[in-house]
């Protein structure tokens, strides 16, 4: 088990997966700072939409981000760009002086690499697509690796909106055969 500060987001990254933030709360500009003094990375999980029953819950499942890169923007924000480093389990959260949240966390397998079949070619080329429409995205990656299952379907969960419990189940799998079946069903749908 370890200790990770976490972010909360309405977005994932997953292993190997890049994302740019644009930091504001003073809260997640000390986290940044902390985590770049420490040379430790911190963890994005999923929050979910609030109901009139319960608040806002972040995910159970998440995965630690490293910092890649970072600038100062001309809005005054800090943008940084992360990359997901492994998958993690949360144990336990608790909020810090000004509300930003920790958690105690629990490693997780990250799934293994893989040829993509040929009965699933069809995702990888809709993602293609998607990199070409949204050149922003592509240019995050120097290398991108279309004919790799999970690499694939960990870049489709990113993209995808989905439902907090719907995530969780996904990507607490021990390998992306569950994440292929819904993106079959999902991508074929539209």
């Known amino acids: ?22 930091i504001f709360e003073p809260r997640y ?3 940044i700072s902390d985590c770049c003094k420490a040379g430790e990375g911190f963890g ?13 819950n972040i995910s159970r499942v998440g995965t630690l ?6 600038e100062q923007l001309s809005d005054g924000f800090l943008g940084v760009t992360i990359v997901g480093t492994r998958r993690f389990r949360v144990k336990r959260v608790w909020s810090e002086f000004d ?9 997780l397998c990250n799934w293994d690499s893989r040829e993509l079949s040929r009965d699933n070619l069809y995702i990888s080329d809709k993602l293609q697509r ?20 999970t690499w694939v379907s960990q870049r489709w969960l990113e993209l ?18 569950e994440a292929l079946r819904f993106l079959c069903q999902a991508i074929e749908a539209q």
């Open 1 to 22: 088990m370890s200790v990770i500060k976490l972010f909360p987001l309405s977005s994932v990254v997953l292993p190997e997966g890049k994302m740019n933030l644009r």
């Open 29 to 31: 500009k000390r986290m």
């Open 44 to 56: 994005v999980c999923l929050i979910s939409e609030p109901t009139t029953s319960s608040p806002r």
């Open 65 to 70: 981000a490293e910092i890649i890169d970072f």
């Open 99 to 107: 509300g930003l949240r920790c958690g105690e966390v629990e490693n």
């Open 130 to 149: 998607v990199y070409q429409r949204f050149p922003e995205i592509k240019n995050l990656y120097s290398h991108c690796f279309f004919d790799d299952a």
């Open 160 to 177: 995808l909106p989905i439902e907090q419990q719907q995530f969780e189940h996904l990507i607490s799998q021990a390998d992306c055969d």
